[in-house]
């Protein structure tokens, strides 16, 4: 099976510019959660999302959303870029409910210049 | 924010040794979970040790969870240099769902000396 798929791998964007990241889920997982690894940093959740609706939201401005098609894949979408969404931005794919560990994706490098 | 801190920040130790992380935790929780992270790419779950648990073994791994002290440790047994990476520890709050996410720490940076 494969795993979390996620594109592009690195990106560089402009300030003000917008930018949207995909995720895949691996095959009969309908959870996809979204991180956002700063340098030197762990990953801040995102958002998370089960059964196309968003069930969870981290502390992050409405410049970020994220929505999850049918097919349980997702995009994240940034607008307005700032220099501080420099990062690695991971998808995890999971069954619901507690008790399952996450697997992520290699994520995709946002650089803001 | 952060939910918690491994300790220590960066460990160096020598192929064959055991190596043994630490991480703290503030808030209530359903289970917390170990990652490993190589060079700055996508992390891999290691091991899930529920609330209700004490200690989990998964090969050369042994974790233990003190929830009075919202604390738990991460042990790594005859270390090998491909044990070289960055090790995070994750808590899964008790809303249920995972629906606030995991909590990472800052992660403890590994190096094993061949």
């Given at each position: 099976d494969a795993g979390v798929t996620q594109s592009p791998t690195h990106l560089i964007k402009t300030?003000?510019?917008?930018?949207?990241?995909?995720?895949?889920?691996?095959?009969?997982?309908?959870s996809v959660s979204w991180y956002q690894q700063v340098l030197g940093q762990g990953p801040q959740f995102i958002f998370q999302y089960y059964e196309k609706e968003e069930r969870g939201r981290g502390n992050f401005p409405d410049r970020f959303s994220a929505r999850q098609f049918p097919n349980y894949s997702s995009e994240l979408n940034v607008n307005a870029l700032l220099?501080?969404?420099?990062a690695l931005y991971l998808c995890a794919s999971g069954r619901r409910g507690p008790n399952y560990g996450y697997t992520f994706g290699s994520g995709t490098?946002?650089?803001?210049? | 924010s952060q939910q918690?801190?491994?300790?220590?920040?960066?460990?160096s130790i020598q192929e064959g040794?055991?190596?043994?992380?630490?991480?703290s935790y503030k808030t209530s929780i359903n289970n917390l979970q170990w990652y490993r992270q190589n060079s700055g790419r996508g992390l891999v779950h290691l091991i899930l040790i529920r609330s209700n648990e004490r200690e989990k073994h998964s090969g050369r791994l042994r974790v233990t969870l003190d929830t009075s002290k919202k604390?738990?440790?991460l042990l790594i047994t005859a270390s090998r240099a491909a044990d070289?990476?960055?090790?995070?520890?994750?808590?899964?709050?008790?809303?249920?769902?995972?629906?606030d996410g995991l909590t990472f720490g800052k992660g403890t940076h590994l190096i094993i000396q061949p």
């Open positions: 300030r003000g510019q917008h930018v949207t990241l995909r995720c895949s889920p691996i095959s009969g997982h309908k220099l501080g969404d420099s490098r946002l650089t803001v210049v | 918690g801190e491994e300790d220590p920040q960066a460990l040794e055991n190596a043994t992380m630490n991480c604390s738990s440790s070289t990476a960055s090790y995070f520890c994750a808590t899964d709050g008790d809303s249920g769902g995972g629906a």
